[in-house]
């Protein structure tokens, strides 16, 4: 039980991490544009698979789309994702600076973390209460005792513990980055 529990757990870390990719910070990272998707040829398809993402220095990102074509839908979907990126181009490649954040736009950010933290908490806290109902069942049925059954909610216990202690960190980490 607690087998199954630790893998949905890891599965919840990783995508509060994904999520967290997302979250831009004052450096210039390709990980903002993994929601951006670009209509090609009437499908809505990732970024990442219709051009090249580079970052030549610290604030600038760089795509070079496969077809020249999309310059103008790629730059459109740029605008569209709500990034508060201005992307300009010179017919071959599109240039995006990432201007510094504000205090107050950083203040947002760390609050828009916590919360995705905190979902991320809760999720845990249900696969514990999902793993919890379902030893309670194996013990109705016969197939665990008393004892064991407690032993089994104490596993379950530590595991919930030290994953969201694992969420402390990656939000603190997460945290640290956007004030920096």
Known sequence: MAETCEVRMEK???ALKDSYNAIRTGRASAAIFDKVRVDYYGTKTPLNQVATISIPEARTVVIQPFDKSL???IEKSILTADLGLNPSNDGKVI???IPPLTADRR????KQAKAIAE???TAI???RRDGNDELK???KAGELTEDGLKQEEDKLQKLTDSFIAEIGKVYDS???EILE
């Open 174 to 176: 997460k945290e640290k």
């Open 119 to 121: 979902t991320s908490r």
């Open 71 to 73: 310059i103008t839908e």
């Open 137 to 139: 069942k194996q013990q």
């Open 125 to 127: 806290r249900n696969i």
């Open 107 to 110: 203040k947002e950010l760390v």
């Open 12 to 14: 919840t870390i990783a």
């Open 95 to 97: 240039r995006i600076s």
